[in-house]
């Protein structure tokens, strides 16, 4: 078994910033990517962020800037720095990882239970 636990959510003012954290633990031999995705009210779940075991980097055009991600691979831990941080900011944010749990098994997605940003105005 899996698991990966977010933290670091909250209401925060904008222009404010927040550093989320993401824990994986149970049954990893290797994790290779680690992403952070949002779901804004009513909306669809959205990539925001993510990073290789390497230390390649992606961000949605939208966070560019103002958000970093990054990885603690001895930890199985990622973090998202979120900065300038603006109303439509608001969402739940979820952590992503593929993962896997022996030396020649896939990689499977697994996903946190989220953690709730939201910036007043």
């Known amino acids: 078994q899996v698991q990966l636990v977010e933290s670091g959510g909250g209401l925060v003012q904008a222009g404010g910033s927040l550093r989320l954290s993401c824990v994986a633990s149970g049954n990893i031999f290797s994790i290779n990517v680690m992403a952070w995705y949002r779901q804004p009210p009513g909306k669809q779940r959205e990539l925001v962020a993510l990073?290789?075991?390497?230390?390649?980097?992606k961000y949605a055009d939208s966070v560019k800037g103002r958000f970093t991600i990054s990885r603690d691979n001895a930890k199985n831990a990622a973090y998202l720095q979120v900065n300038s941080l603006q109303p439509e900011d608001t969402a739940v944010y979820y952590c992503n990882a593929l993962i896997a749990g022996s030396y020649s098994g896939p990689y499977y997605p697994y996903w946190g239970q989220g953690t709730q940003v939201t910036v007043s105005s």
């Open positions: 990073a290789t075991r390497g230390g390649s980097t």
